[in-house]
């Protein structure tokens, strides 16, 4: 990633746009769709969808608030304040455009609708967690309770929807909560799809003989970064290297001929990575 691409990723201009954006898509999703068919989302979007199917008095986007609120609270002095106040923004930027969104895609079959609706509201929780702050409290209370317990964010939000969907089991149908699952499960796939998009990098592993002259190809032809490890073939105690080096889809082939060009018996192993932080490739998030 040059300079210029770094420095526009990290601004708070990137940020508030792709947070507003990632927003409104969310809200499109439910809005026009999810909420026709009574389903149930994720998180605490989710709760408070619950809390307004038994409090109806309560619109859905102060539901949103109120539960945000106590979070925010107890997250004042324990995340950063970057990571608080874009948190802050995007709360507030969901429980408004959910307070006056109103539209409806027109989609009558529930299969359809559930999996229109993940494509949708994944899309927008990629968008939304890309970037330096998250979807709202809680996110803030997952890293809170990642620093310090250890608890994965993972096994958090499972846990969490898995609450989630207890509590509306006694005021929806079956088949609604099953619909709703379908639902959250496109929505994570669509999610890590939409992460991967922003941060997609491919790590290169190269075994090779000619460790020293692949690496002077990466990093002074090519301009890429490369490690060198030092090795030893398992069955036959040859002395080889291993070469590492991260690179995108793009460049991946040519990589790949020139290190053929320079050892015919090379091995190349290539992995997908879902996020690559740091060093030339961008700052990490900081929390």
């Given at each position: 990633?040059?300079?210029?691409?770094?420095?526009?990723?990290?601004?708070?201009?990137?940020?508030?746009?792709?947070?507003?954006?990632?927003?409104?898509?969310?809200?499109?999703?439910?809005?026009?769709?999810?909420?026709?068919?009574?389903?149930?989302?994720?998180?605490?979007?989710?709760?408070?969808?619950?809390?307004?199917?038994?409090?109806?008095?309560?619109?859905?986007?102060?539901?949103?608030?109120?539960?945000?609120?106590?979070?925010?609270?107890?997250?004042?002095?324990?995340?950063?304040?970057?990571?608080?106040?874009?948190?802050?923004?995007?709360?507030?930027?969901?429980?408004?455009?959910?307070?006056?969104?109103?539209?409806?895609?027109?989609?009558?079959?529930?299969?359809?609708?559930?999996?229109?609706?993940?494509?949708?509201?994944?899309?927008?929780?990629?968008?939304?967690?890309?970037?330096?702050?998250?979807?709202?409290?809680?996110?803030?209370?997952?890293?809170?309770?990642?620093?310090k317990y250890g608890l994965r964010f993972g096994v958090f939000f499972f846990l969490f929807n898995a609450v989630v969907m207890l509590?509306?089991?006694?005021?929806?149908?079956?088949?609604?909560?099953?619909?709703?699952?379908?639902?959250?499960?496109?929505?994570?796939?669509?999610?890590?799809?939409?992460?991967?998009?922003?941060?997609?990098?491919?790590?290169?592993?190269?075994?090779?003989?000619?460790?020293?002259?692949?690496?002077?190809?990466?990093?002074?032809?090519?301009?890429?970064?490369?490690?060198?490890?030092?090795?030893?073939?398992?069955?036959?105690?040859?002395?080889?290297?291993?070469?590492?080096?991260?690179?995108?889809?793009?460049?991946?082939?040519?990589?790949?001929?020139?290190?053929?060009?320079?050892?015919?018996?090379?091995?190349?192993?290539?992995?997908?990575?879902?996020?690559?932080?740091?060093?030339?490739?961008?700052?990490?998030?900081?929390?």
């Open positions: 990633m040059n300079l210029q691409l770094r420095s526009l990723t990290d601004s708070l201009v990137w940020n508030v746009f792709l947070l507003t954006l990632g927003s409104v898509v969310y809200v499109i999703g439910y809005s026009g769709i999810a909420a026709h068919h009574d389903f149930v989302p994720g998180a605490l979007y989710g709760l408070a969808v619950v809390g307004n199917n038994i409090v109806p008095e309560i619109s859905l986007a102060r539901w949103y608030v109120l539960l945000n609120v106590p979070l925010f609270v107890v997250a004042w002095k324990s995340v950063g304040r970057r990571f608080f106040f874009l948190n802050l923004y995007a709360m507030l930027a969901i429980a408004l455009l959910t307070a006056f969104v109103r539209c409806d895609f027109g989609i009558k079959a529930d299969v359809y609708s559930a999996i229109a609706a993940g494509a949708f509201m994944g899309a927008g929780a990629g968008m939304i967690l890309r970037t330096y702050g998250g979807g709202g409290g809680l996110d803030v209370l997952a890293v809170i309770l990642n620093r509590s509306a089991l006694r005021r929806f149908s079956p088949d609604t909560i099953i619909a709703s699952m379908v639902m959250l499960f496109i929505s994570s796939v669509v999610t890590e799809y939409v992460l991967s998009l922003f941060n997609q990098r491919k790590a290169v592993r190269i075994l090779t003989r000619r460790g020293k002259e692949i690496a002077q190809n990466i990093t002074q032809v090519r301009r890429q970064s490369a490690t060198v490890f030092p090795g030893k073939g398992g069955f036959s105690g040859v002395e080889v290297d291993m070469v590492l080096s991260i690179t995108d889809r793009l460049r991946l082939r040519s990589l790949e001929q020139d290190v053929f060009a320079l050892d015919p018996e090379a091995i190349i192993v290539v992995e997908n990575t879902f996020s690559v932080a740091g060093g030339s490739l961008g700052l990490p998030k900081n929390y």
